[in-house]
């Protein structure tokens, strides 16, 4: 707990029913395999800095192997939306992707 932000949060988590560990291998071992069960406990870990992040998680061996697609079509290519934005930019490229994808199930 000493890495959890606030005393009142460390204070809260004190008063939780501790609970062993879930025996992740015992219950998806059989389903996600060895790479699975890892990629799960690390997503899972309950300390931030031990955490596995999307980033990390993307280059597991579990998922490394599959194609790497958007879900959804990046409407803009174009330099300019790249980095740097300011928030009135920002917000503008918000409304026109989400009037972009009005009416499409997004």
Excluded at 9 to 31: M, V
């Amino acid at each position: 707990l000493g890495r959890v932000c606030g005393e009142a949060t460390r204070a809260y988590l004190r008063l939780l029913p501790h609970y062993p560990p879930a025996d992740l291998e015992a219950q998806y071992g059989q389903l996600l395999g060895a790479d699975g069960v890892d990629l799960l406990r690390r997503l899972l870990d309950f300390d931030k800095v031990n955490r596995i992040t999307a980033a990390q998680a993307l280059q597991h061996p579990f998922v490394a192997h599959l194609p790497c697609r958007p879900c959804v079509p990046i409407p803009y290519q174009d330099e300019k939306y790249h980095d740097n934005l300011s928030g009135t930019e920002l917000l503008q490229l918000v409304k026109e992707l989400a009037a972009s994808y009005r009416g499409k199930g997004l």
